[in-house]
């Protein structure tokens, strides 16, 4: 395997190889082209592990394999990027191709879309190294999507609760609206909810109250 630093920097031969790889949810599509640009075959993959070692294995058939470019590998493509890695493999990171301009001219495929990332890296248009997704970094991320997630779902629990009471009583409307988001859900955790389930809530604290 040759160790580079920019495709642009060194002169490729007919025995190279690069592969593109457009990722997905459950399956990866790859392709591969010789160092002059030359096409040499196309696969697709479960995205498991063991998919991960078949393109693997695949791609060093074909040749000597210079770089995978990789699509996604802050999503889906991150634990094909991480296996690579992993296997002594470079790996760089490639951009999908723009909506307009590329796709429309070529058309929209999973095969396209492998062909274009490995033709962006044997262009030295893709060099930049795919973060590693672990260690304190990941860590952090991951707690700020659980807190993100949970002041989301806070939020619309809150406006949901809140738009009920415009069916409520008048008289309990009036207790409840003024309390803070707190209070208001203590409120209305202790209202009492048995009896007909057909009776809503407001209904049935009213008619205690009298």
């Not at 096409?39 to 498991?48: C, P, S, T, V």
Request: include cysteine.
């Amino acid at each position: 395997m040759k160790e580079i630093n920019n495709m642009t920097s060194i002169a490729l031969g007919r025995h190279d190889v690069v592969v593109g790889v457009d990722t997905h949810k459950d399956e990866h599509v790859a392709v591969a082209l010789d160092g002059l640009g030359g096409r040499l075959d196309e696969l697709a993959i479960a995205a498991k592990p063991h998919g991960y070692a078949e393109l693997l294995a695949w791609a060093d058939r074909l040749g000597a394999v210079v770089t995978f470019g990789v699509e996604g590998t802050g999503s889906y493509g991150s634990g094909l990027a991480r296996f690579l890695r992993r296997h002594g493999r470079r790996v760089v990171e490639v951009s999908r191709p723009p909506r307009k301009g590329v796709r429309r001219l070529s058309g929209k495929s999973d095969t396209i879309d492998a062909e274009h990332a490995a033709r962006e890296v044997l262009a030295g248009k893709a060099t930049a190294t795919p973060k590693l997704a672990d260690g304190i970094v990941e860590a952090i991320r991951l707690t700020k999507i659980a807190r993100d997630t949970a002041v989301k779902a806070h939020s619309q629990a809150m406006i949901t609760l809140k738009a009920t009471l415009v069916t409520a009583t008048d008289d309990l409307r009036s207790e409840l609206e003024p309390l803070t988001d707190f209070k208001l859900i203590q409120a209305c955790a202790a209202l009492d909810t048995s009896g007909d389930v057909a009776v809503t809530p407001w209904e049935w604290s009213s008619s205690c109250a009298v």
